[in-house]
């Protein structure tokens, strides 16, 4: 625990303009961020007497060791460089909202050719119109089966798609007039995008138009005594008031407006938002979170309000914004709503009316979500715990493991041989702390080796961390004796002659995050944290294998078991029986579930290696040809073969290649081996390249 005074900054060096700051603990990581409009007022109190700060403030100027800041020109500035950099530091002491699922969107593919409607759920795409998020799926093909009657609009896949344009048949929904069939040339791509962007008008909340264009087609056609005719827009119209019957008017004046209502406690809020568009819920969605910091209902509500908007542009920032109470800086965020909306924004709290209405509404939903979200965590929390503490038990740990690292070994035949490590903390899954290594110091298989290798690995890195921060110092070996296995450069892998780099650094280490934890940012460090428990999958073998790794580095505050999955028996280092936890064990079920997910991770990691490897071509080794003329250089000659019969001034005759690159692309193939020609099984016929493959 640190003393505030010893990193307290003089009042003259901390500028009185608006700005945002961090702060760091002793090991560069960033703990906090905030704004201020007054920077030099806003750090001041962060260092007046502990006993008047809030408790969670206390533990925060406590925990960190130092605090710098960041000038910026305007109060919507410090409000975007704020959200910029809670996303990317991710500090464990501010707000931030979570959610239990990916809620749905009807989604308009209008970046294709041939735009598609969907159901859509993760991050949005360039190009795509989305309307939502629904509570279910469901609900969303159900309002596209009543539209598509109006507006026959693709939904259907780009394999179905293509294999409809070569057959010249359309699918099922062409021939009931639920798709305009544009794959099979019905309508140009000019009529079904108009279909498209109608579609969209229509669920933006222009509803009135099209009604009426339908009701006047009809008698119309009644007139004309095309009766058929009639009854088919009649039907039409039917199914759009169908549609929009799913969605209740809400407010009269039919306006484009969120609501956000908070319910909270001294630890936790909910958060519960509806989308109101044309007069009419189209959406709703919830978050949680921990009161980490000391924030009131007005810094919730601003913190859900960088949270929900900052990514979105245009219609997706809505004309009004009624929340339950104004953020401190209620112009600033004003302001900064608008430019991203490009227009005028409403922030206010609704006074009365059809809104403050439906502002009960929200309210009374975010009380009932925050009721079963701490239902729900107390539950989760009991059985957590008590899984925890059966597995410190049966281990004979001295307490429960909060962090638990799983690692699994996955191969095809001993090609392509990978590992996975995965961490769980207090009982839960911790994505962004998941690894994956390859296997370098060998080939082929041999999954204790491999074991070996990678917890070595791992726990080297560990051991590099603790000592560049200073937690740990390696002592100087005794005189006559070995240096200890940290400080040794690792061997030099067999395929390259070379020594790795000295912090044993390899880009086949590889981090989901893309962040390869090196430079000092403020961003949490790759392998900082130790785990209580490390867990491989495997029997005996593996164990000793392990065992045997942190014994090399010297550590032996890190207690290790396997699980093997033949009798789901538990094995221990130098203990010849196993473990056997009770099949209703919560603590077997939490292991089962480590290491299911570890060979989850692994094996997808495996998949992917094996893909790219048979999709690789002798092109892929040419420096500066992309993906572009390497797609134009086999569209010209039909394939790899060809290409390599060719000469340099046929290569150059394909548009985008020069000589130089000619010249490249020719001695890559004349090195490269051809592929081994294809066997028929059944007749053991020798057959051709494929003119179309890449060999």
């Known amino acids: 625990m640190a003393d505030p005074s010893s990193y307290r900054p003089s009042p003259g060096q901390i500028p009185d303009s608006p700005g945002v700051y961090k702060f760091r603990d002793e090991h560069r990581r960033v703990i906090y961020v905030g704004k201020a409009k007054n920077l030099r ?9 502990l006993a008047h700060l809030h408790p969670r403030t206390r533990t925060m100027v406590t925990t960190a060791s130092s605090v710098e800041w960041t000038v910026v020109s305007t109060e919507v500035e410090a409000l975007q460089l704020e959200y910029t950099w809670i996303k990317e530091f991710d500090p464990r002491f501010n707000v931030k909202y979570r959610d239990d699922k990916s809620y749905p969107y009807l989604a308009v593919t209008l970046n294709e050719e041939f735009p598609r409607v969907q159901v859509m759920r993760g991050a949005k795409k360039k190009g795509v119109r989305y309307f939502g998020p629904y509570g279910h799926a469901w609900a969303i093909r159900e309002t596209v089966d009543l539209m598509l009657r109006v507006f026959p609009v693709r939904t259907c896949s780009a394999g179905v798609f293509k294999n409809a344009a070569r057959t010249g048949r359309p699918c099922l929904l062409g021939y009931i ?5 544009p794959c099979v040339g019905r309508v140009t791509p000019e009529e079904h995008r108009e279909l498209a962007e109608d579609f969209c008008d229509f669920m933006a909340g222009r509803t009135g138009t099209y009604i009426r264009r339908l009701e006047k087609d009809m008698m119309q056609a009644a007139e004309e005594m095309e009766y058929e005719r009639a009854a088919r827009l009649r039907d039409d119209a039917g199914a759009l008031k169908r549609a929009m019957e799913k969605s209740a008017v809400v407010l009269a004046d039919a306006t484009d407006a969120d609501l956000i209502a908070v319910a909270e406690d001294e630890l936790e809020a909910a958060l519960q938002i509806f989308h ?29 309000l960088q949270q929900l908007y ?27 709503l608008a430019e991203r909306r490009g227009a005028q924004v409403s922030l206010r709290i609704p006074q009365r009316g059809d809104k403050k209405d439906l502002m009960t509404t929200v309210q009374r939903n975010a009380q009932q979500a925050l009721g079963l979200h701490k239902t729900k965590r107390a539950s989760d929390l009991t059985t957590r715990s008590r899984a925890l503490e059966e597995i410190a038990e049966a281990l004979g740990l001295d307490a429960a493991p909060l962090r638990i690292e799983c690692y699994d070994i996955s191969h095809l035949q001993g090609d392509d041989v990978v590992a996975s490590m995965v961490v769980f903390e207090d009982g839960l899954a911790r994505k962004s702390e998941y690894r994956r290594f390859q296997i370098k110091g060998f080939e082929g298989q041999d999954d204790v080796r491999s074991m070996h290798e990678v917890i070595g690995r791992r726990f080297k890195r560990y051991l590099q961390e603790k000592e560049r921060t200073g937690e740990w110092e390696q002592p100087p070996p005794a005189s006559g004796e070995a240096p ?26 590889t981090d989901p995050r893309g ?18 428990l490390v867990v491989v999958d495997g029997g005996q073998p593996q164990v000793a294998a392990a065992r045997r790794a942190l014994d090399e580095l ?17 094995w221990l280092p130098d203990d010849d029986d196993p473990v056997v936890l009770p099949r209703s064990s919560e603590g077997l079920y939490l292991l089962q579930r480590v290491r299911d997910e570890a060979h989850r991770f692994a094996i997808t990691y495996q998949r992917s290696k094996r893909a790219k490897r048979i999709r690789s071509s002798p092109l892929d080794d040419v420096a500066g040809l992309g993906e572009t003329r390497k797609q134009a250089l086999i569209k010209h000659f039909g394939s790899v073969k060809k290409l390599r019969q060719a000469t340099i001034e046929e290569i150059c005759q394909v548009p985008g290649i020069g000589r130089r690159t000619a010249e490249s692309v020719a001695a890559a193939l004349a090195s490269a081996a051809p592929a081994a020609p294809a066997v028929n099984t059944a007749t053991g016929e020798i057959m051709e390249e494929d003119d179309g493959g890449t060999s």
Do not use: M, N
Request: with cysteine; hydrophobic share 30%.
């Open 484 to 509: 200890h296995p940290a400080q040794v450069p690792p061997a030099p892998h067999p395929a390259q002659g070379a020594p790795l780099p000295a912090d044993d650094t390899d880009p086949r280490d």
């Open 177 to 181: 007039d639920k798709c305009s069939a």
């Open 310 to 336: 900052g990514e979105e542009r245009g219609d997706a920032v809505p004309k009004e914004v009624l929340v339950p109470a104004l953020p401190e800086d209620t112009e600033a965020v004003s302001q900064w």
């Open 276 to 304: 109101v568009r044309g007069g009419r819920v189209r959406g709703q969605r919830g978050w949680v979170t921990d009161k980490v910091e000391a924030v009131d209902t007005a810094g919730l509500v601003e913190h859900a």
């Open 554 to 570: 010297g550590i032996d505050d890190i207690a290790v078991c396997g699980l093997a999955k033949r009798l789901e028996e538990v």
């Open 41 to 49: 007022q806003r750090v001041a109190s962060y260092f007046q007497d």
């Open 515 to 532: 962040d390869d934890g090196r430079e000092d940012d403020g961003r949490p460090k790759r392998f900082a944290y130790p785990p209580q």
